[in-house]
């Protein structure tokens, strides 16, 4: 592949070891050095998405990277975002478009067509960026989906780009994660990662160093950077959801937001989680839909499901509750359409 930009591919040993943000971070970093960067995820599967100025549909987290980078987000950055619909089916969006609707299994054999438009995305924004930072998804140690990979090293071959690996260190087992990730890897992938970053350290770095000396010595690789744990970063979550709840003394409304199972869009909610005048909480699995001025159905991909989850909860009851006693309900998209339904059945 012909390109005239410089690229980095960060992968992770886990989901959520912080590859998105140390892209955004990386991005942030050139873009104030005055190179002209530009984000890259070739394969995103979230319930999160970004609308692009020309109406296609990528990943938030690209989007936030965009943002970082100063750059307009266009659907190159990600030009496959699979949106799971159930446990073993998904929306396949390419290049900012619905594509089809498909299985796993299914998916899986197509990967090796998708591949020609993840490389025509990642030559479109070499050839009009300095600077290309990849995102690499979930792990690339993951045996059982090597084959026609285009998320990680299958892209990072074909592209001939190096590649860092970050781990969480929070999460525990961080040389295990580090060491066992590269030891899985072909001989050309390992040569391909070019070092090692320890993410979200918190303590006295002399306390990691006898560690990370052994783990250079083992691999061969540097340990290129441990960056620290940083309390209320608050950046749009590419998919998990930050359930933790600080109680804010003297707020003016309580909202409360059940977790369905299939949940989108839910960094729609940063805004009301990180005013300080509202309590916002999110209500989870065998929890109460209880104590809230305000309930929130959100979006959701698979609203009969959900719809079922939601009464499997006993959330319906919850919301009668709340409204019988002055409380407010509404939806979002699909929350809407879980809202209207049970309401109807229970009044008949």
């Known amino acids: 592949m012909r390109r005239t930009s410089q690229a980095l591919m960060v992968q992770g040993t886990t989901s959520d070891a912080g590859k998105s943000v140390l892209v955004?971070?990386?991005c942030r970093v050139l873009a104030r050095q005055g190179i002209k960067v530009a984000p890259f995820k070739p394969q995103n599967m979230a319930l999160n998405s970004a609308v692009t100025e020309d109406g296609g549909e990528i990943g938030r987290a690209q989007a936030v990277q965009a943002q970082a980078a100063n750059v307009t987000a266009t659907?190159?950055?990600?030009?496959?975002?699979?949106?799971?619909?159930?446990?073993?089916?998904?929306?396949?969006?390419?290049?900012?478009?619905?594509?089809?609707?498909?299985?796993?299994?299914?998916?899986?054999?197509?990967?090796?067509?998708?591949m020609p438009y993840v490389l025509e995305s990642f030559e479109k924004l070499s050839s009009r960026f300095d600077s290309v930072v990849i995102e690499g998804a979930g792990s690339p140690a993951e045996i059982n989906l090597r084959a026609n990979d285009i998320a990680n090293m299958g892209f990072a071959e074909d592209a001939d780009v190096p590649v860092i690996i970050v781990a969480d260190i929070d999460r525990g087992g961080v040389f295990a994660h580090l060491y066992g990730t590269l030891a899985l890897l072909s001989e050309s992938e390992q040569q391909r990662v070019?070092?090692?970053?320890?993410?979200?350290?918190?303590?006295?770095?002399?306390?990691l160093e006898p560690?990370?000396?052994?783990?250079?010595?083992?691999?061969?690789?540097?340990v290129i950077g441990v960056l620290p744990f940083l309390h209320g970063l608050n950046i749009e979550a590419e998919d998990a959801i930050d359930a933790s709840?600080?109680?804010?003394?003297?707020?003016?409304?309580?909202?409360?937001?059940?977790?369905?199972?299939?949940?989108s869009n839910h960094t729609d909610f940063d805004a009301l989680r990180l005013h300080p005048d509202i309590d916002?909480?999110?209500?989870?699995?065998?929890?109460?839909?209880?104590?809230?001025?305000?309930?929130?159905?959100?979006?959701?991909?698979?609203?009969?499901?959900?719809?079922a989850y939601l009464r499997e909860q006993g959330w319906d009851k919850d919301i009668y509750?709340?409204?019988?006693?002055?409380?407010?309900?509404?939806?979002?998209?699909?929350?809407?359409?879980?809202?209207?339904?049970?309401?109807?059945?229970?009044?008949?």
């Open 24 to 26: 955004a971070g990386l």
């Open 75 to 114: 659907v190159d950055m990600n030009p496959v975002l699979i949106k799971p619909n159930s446990d073993t089916g998904a929306q396949i969006i390419i290049q900012g478009k619905a594509y089809a609707n498909m299985d796993a299994v299914g998916f899986h054999d197509y990967k090796r067509f998708a």
């Open 194 to 207: 070019k070092g090692f970053v320890i993410n979200r350290f918190r303590g006295d770095i002399s306390l």
């Open 211 to 222: 560690g990370l000396d052994w783990l250079e010595e083992k691999t061969g690789k540097p």
């Open 245 to 263: 709840h600080d109680i804010k003394s003297n707020t003016k409304l309580s909202v409360a937001v059940p977790v369905l199972t299939r949940i």
């Open 280 to 307: 916002f909480r999110y209500v989870g699995k065998g929890e109460r839909l209880d104590n809230a001025d305000l309930i929130v159905l959100p979006g959701t991909k698979s609203v009969r499901d959900d719809l």
């Open 321 to 348: 509750k709340h409204l019988r006693f002055g409380g407010k309900v509404m939806g979002i998209c699909g929350g809407i359409k879980c809202l209207v339904t049970p309401l109807r059945i229970q009044k008949g």
